[in-house]
């Protein structure tokens, strides 16, 4: 159970469907009353697999997140703590030693495509959203980060795309989108979007 002082936002979606960009325009106009958390620094630590096992782990399932960590973590800041988050290297599957110090405020931005189907996460949000956008758009989008940005090839994302990440879109991803208060489409100017999001988590 999260505090009465203490607000926490869920943003959920597919792979490269706009979350992290609407995070970071929330959190823009929210400023120093609110701090980010993701779910994305808690994919578990394969640092004992070999580069060719850690290639083939399924990375779109639930169970590749440590979400009882993610959990644990949420609840403190909820709570009105801070916590050292785990530091996670998308280029070699694993854990740095490293921690970030994340400080608790009134306001907690948290996004990841899996957030709404935990159901932990979903009874201590304030609000909770899904960006709804179609698999082609979202595919690019991926694909332009992951070579940008992961040290990936554009035939390892889109092998990865049809073997993993669309059927776990499908399975897990796309019908937590039942759970969300807001559901934002392509056709939304994010901008707008975030100053509705933050309006409202000022009147909760």
């Avoid at 578990?44 to 290639?55: G, I, K, Q, T, V």
């Avoid at 440590?66 to 070699?92: K, M, Q, R, S």
Wanted: aromatic share 6%.
């Amino acid at each position: 159970m999260a505090s009465p002082d203490v607000q926490i936002c869920a943003i959920a979606g597919g792979s490269g469907a706009g979350k992290t960009t609407l995070a970071f325009k929330l959190l823009e106009r929210l400023g120093d009353q609110a701090s980010h958390h993701t779910i994305d620094w808690y994919y578990r630590d394969l640092s004992y697999l070999s580069p060719a096992e850690r290639a083939v782990v399924n990375f779109d399932h639930p169970d590749s997140l440590e979400v009882e960590l993610f959990a644990e973590h949420l609840a403190l800041l909820a709570n009105g703590h801070a916590i050292d988050a785990p530091i996670y290297d998308f280029a070699t599957h694993s854990r740095t030693t490293e921690t970030q110090h994340i400080e608790a405020r009134r306001c907690i931005v948290t996004e990841g495509i899996h957030l709404l189907g935990i159901s932990a996460v979903r009874d201590s949000c304030a609000l909770t959203v899904f960006v709804d956008v179609d698999a082609d758009v979202r595919l690019e989008r991926r694909t332009r980060r992951d070579v940008a940005e992961r040290g990936r090839t554009e035939a390892s994302v889109r092998e990865q795309w049809m073997t993993t990440v669309a059927p776990m879109h499908e399975q897990f991803v796309q019908p937590s989108c039942a759970y969300a208060d807001r559901v934002v489409t392509i056709d939304e100017d994010l901008d707008v979007v975030a100053s509705e999001l933050m309006e409202r988590l000022n009147q909760a």
